[in-house]
Nanobody, 114 residues
């Protein structure tokens, strides 16, 4: 069983930055592919960024060049650095761990508004 706890969401003005963190329980964090998803009101949950156990990354086209996913296996934590935020980035952001099983965090709200 893996528990995921997100933090770092909040209200930010357009053009601003936030860093989301996701702390995972368990001793085999390094085996997991870690993902960040987001879900805006009335929309489906979409994949934003992924980082595999070996460190390779993938991004949704809408966030390429603005968001960076990283992981610290010693701290069992994955991060999402979000720069140049836009109003359309407003959503609940969810951390997701995938290996043999799949686990979700509770989500953290990100609101981009002036």
């Amino acid at each position: 069983q893996v528990q995921l706890v997100e933090s770092g969401g909040g209200l930010v003005q357009p053009g601003g930055s936030l860093r989301l963190s996701c702390a995972a329980s368990g001793s085999i964090f390094s085996y997991y592919t870690m993902n960040w998803y987001r879900q805006a009101p009335g929309k489906q949950r979409d994949l934003v960024a992924s980082i595999r156990s070996g460190g390779s990354t993938n991004y949704a086209d809408s966030v390429k060049g603005r968001f960076t996913i990283s992981r610290d296996n010693a701290k069992n934590t994955v991060y999402l650095q979000m720069n140049n935020l836009k109003p359309e980035d407003t959503a609940v952001y969810y951390c997701h761990a995938q290996w043999i099983n799949s686990y979700w965090g509770q989500g953290t709200q990100v609101t981009v508004s002036s």
